[in-house]
């Protein structure tokens, strides 16, 4: 009795092509990916940029100061947090020189308006696991030789939790982290929108 040999199929050309065009690292499956990306932003044209990286500064001024921050509200020491990470911002950027006041064009300042506390979770009735905290800024940017407004949002604001520590020594800290990670957020968005409102 003799054994059922196997069947053995040969794929036709056509599909021996549709298999290359549809494998990963097939010079058509690249052509067509980068035909799609070509499509998707052609509607964006010369003028596509990276976020914060495009437009013009308010006034077209060529340079900025940083002053410091008011601090508006009962923590200590929160002023120099999100001074240090809007000029970390525009340090780190380079579209604007930042100088001193007497030599920039525009200066931006403003103030520490609020900071509300608030329970995100409780770990039982009556304590609290974590906590959210949420800082809002007051800030404009002012042309230095005629003082006036070239940008301003006095409601600009952004959250964070933190955990509720055993002790309060650690709870400070997590706290504190928790204020600049919103500082470096609120930098972020400060910077994107000067540049790209203009």
Not at 175 to 189: G, H, P
């Amino acid at each position: 009795m003799g054994t059922q040999k196997d069947l053995f199929f040969a794929p036709s050309p056509s599909l021996r092509i549709f298999a290359s065009f549809c494998s990963p690292n097939s010079f058509w499956h690249r052509v067509a990916l980068t035909a799609c990306i070509l499509a998707l932003l052609a509607p964006f044209g010369c003028g596509y940029h990276l976020a914060g990286t495009g437009g013009q500064a308010p006034g077209n001024v060529q340079s900025i100061a940083v002053n410091v921050l008011h601090n508006q509200t009962a923590e200590i020491g929160i002023e120099t947090v999100f001074t240090n990470a809007i000029l970390n911002e525009f340090i780190r950027w380079k579209r604007l020189p930042v100088k001193p006041r007497n030599e920039a064009e525009a200066v931006l300042g403003g103030s520490v308006a609020r900071i509300r506390t608030q329970t995100a979770s409780h770990l039982t009735r009556t304590r609290t696991l974590e906590t959210r905290v949420t800082v809002t800024l007051s800030l404009a940017l002012t042309r230095v030789d005629t003082d006036e407004v070239l940008w301003e949002n006095k409601k600009l604001s952004y959250f964070d939790e933190y955990v509720e520590a055993e002790n309060a020594l650690n709870t400070n800290t997590l706290r504190r982290e928790a204020f600049r990670r919103i500082a470096e957020i609120l930098a972020e968005r400060i910077h994107k929108d000067l540049f790209e409102e203009f």
